[in-house]
């Protein structure tokens, strides 16, 4: 089955160190959404990507599709406390189906 | 600003009993979701609902689960006959679907986090 995998588990920065994490597909996806969860919270969507190679941004936080559309990557430049949480990148098969695949996540924390 | 709310926030039950976890998604929505993670885990799919069907449904989703929009505004998640491992935190989504801004955002409820003894 669809599987989506996100490296690192666990980062810990200083603040003001970047960061980054990287998600990958197992299948070719239609389109991949971001979203943080803050600890005890619940999922909060942060973008979505659709075509191929395309990368956004959002005040420090920069968002790459891969040319493949199979893997992901989320980096943000001057970490700040308010960063922390965890990071799941959510994908959608190509089936045309609307539900997300998730990413195992990345748990930020921020050393202020 | 329009938010999934979703009640009750904690709910404990025994094994075997059934439970019934409702969500009131943000109206004009179209799309609707339940998700589940267990404790330090990733968020899983469970199923999705559209048009008063089920349009979409995970390994997960058998035939202890069930899912009702009684209403023009619930929507409700029910577990038959609840086993240990269904312990989790279980979110329900709403997404506003094609035409509307933000067309395939998915717009998450705060959690009913189900303890199972």
């Known amino acids: 089955g669809q599987q989506v995998m996100q490296i690192p588990q666990y980062q810990h920065v200083q603040e003001g160190e970047d960061f980054t994490t990287y998600c990958n597909s197992s299948?070719?996806?239609?389109?991949i959404q971001w979203y943080k969860q803050r600890p005890g919270g619940h999922p909060v969507f942060l973008i979505q990507?659709?075509?191929?190679?395309e990368v956004k941004k959002q005040k420090r936080l920069t968002f790459q599709f891969g040319e493949a559309k199979k893997n992901s990557s989320l980096h943000i430049t001057a970490t700040q406390t308010t960063d922390v949480g965890t990071y799941f990148c959510?994908?959608?098969?190509?089936?045309?189906?609307?539900?997300?695949?998730f990413g195992t996540g990345t748990r930020l924390t921020v050393i202020p | 600003e329009p938010e999934v709310t979703q009640t009750p926030s904690h709910q404990v039950t025994q094994m075997g009993q059934e439970v019934i976890l409702r969500c009131v998604p943000i109206?004009?929505?179209?799309?609707f979701y339940w998700y589940r993670q267990i404790l330090g885990q990733k968020v899983e799919f469970l199923v999705s609902?559209?048009?008063?069907?089920?349009?979409?449904k995970s390994e997960i989703f058998d035939d202890q689960f069930s899912v009702e929009r009684p209403d023009g505004s619930n929507f409700t998640l029910k577990i038959r006959s609840t086993k240990l491992e269904d312990s989790a935190m279980y979110f329900c989504?709403?997404?506003?679907?094609?035409?509307?801004?933000?067309?395939?955002?998915?717009?998450f409820g705060p959690g009913t986090r189900l303890t199972v003894t």
């Open positions: 959510a994908g959608r098969d190509q089936t045309g189906a609307n539900n997300l695949f």
């Open positions: 299948t070719t996806l239609s389109n």
């Open positions: 990507l659709v075509k191929s190679g």
């Open positions: 109206s004009n929505h179209l799309y």
């Open positions: 609902f559209y048009n008063n069907e089920i349009s979409e």
């Open positions: 989504a709403s997404q506003p679907g094609q035409g509307q801004k933000g067309a395939y955002e998915q717009y």
